[in-house]
Every structure is written in C-alpha cells, then in structure tokens.
C-alpha cells in the first residue's frame, strides 16, 4: 500500500521561501501525476500545483510565478518550492495524485506565513 509523508513546512515571513517534500513509498509512483494541495481552516482542500509522470507541470492562479513542483521518481519524491510567501498561502500542504483514485492522505505539513 503507497504511503504518503510530507515534510518541510513551517513558520515563515511574508516574502520568504519553504521547500515541501513528499515522499512516497510504492513501485508506482513514477507512473502517477502528482499534485500538492493545501488547505486552510475552514475552507475545502484545493490543488495548487501538478506534474505529470512525464514532468509537465501547471499551477493554480493563486501561486503561479511563485511555486515551482518538481519530481525525482528515482527518490519516490514530489517537491514544492514556494517563494514570495503570502499570508494568504498559510494552510495544511498534502500532495496525491491528481487523477484516479487518491493515495490514503497523509497527515500534510503545516505552512505559517506571517505578515
């Protein structure tokens, strides 16, 4: 069964850079197109940025120019870096798949940007 653990969320200033990572157990991985998503209190859970198993990514309006998804199938690793943070983006970031039947959720890693 494919496990999902994200990592490398934080406190953080308006304006400042988070590198997320998700990692992922399962031979498949490489195979599936990945996305992150975030969720803020109250509000639904919504994709912010998707790759492909082939590398073609997109964004939500929201962060494009800023967020950059990336994936290293070799290390079973989806990344996301996020710069010129916003109070706005602060939210629970989880990553799964974008289309299918979703991976069990993990349990996200938290992001804080102060103003």
């Known amino acids: 069964q494919v496990q999902l653990v994200e990592s490398g969320g934080g406190l953080v200033q308006a304006g400042g850079s988070l590198r997320l990572s998700c990692a992922a157990s399962?031979?498949?991985?490489?195979?599936?197109?990945m996305g992150w998503y975030r969720q803020a209190p109250g509000k639904q859970r919504d994709l912010v940025a998707s790759?492909?198993?082939?590398?073609?990514?997109d964004y939500a309006d929201s962060v494009k120019g800023r967020f950059t998804i990336s994936r290293d199938n070799a290390k079973n690793t989806v990344y996301l870096q996020m710069n010129s943070l916003k109070p706005e983006d602060t939210a629970v970031y989880y990553c799964?798949?974008?289309?299918?039947?979703?991976?069990?959720w993990g349990q996200g890693t938290q992001v804080t940007v102060s103003s």
């Open positions: 799964n798949k974008v289309r299918g039947i979703y991976i069990k």
């Open positions: 399962g031979s498949l991985f490489s195979m599936y197109d």
């Open positions: 790759i492909t198993s082939s590398g073609t990514t």
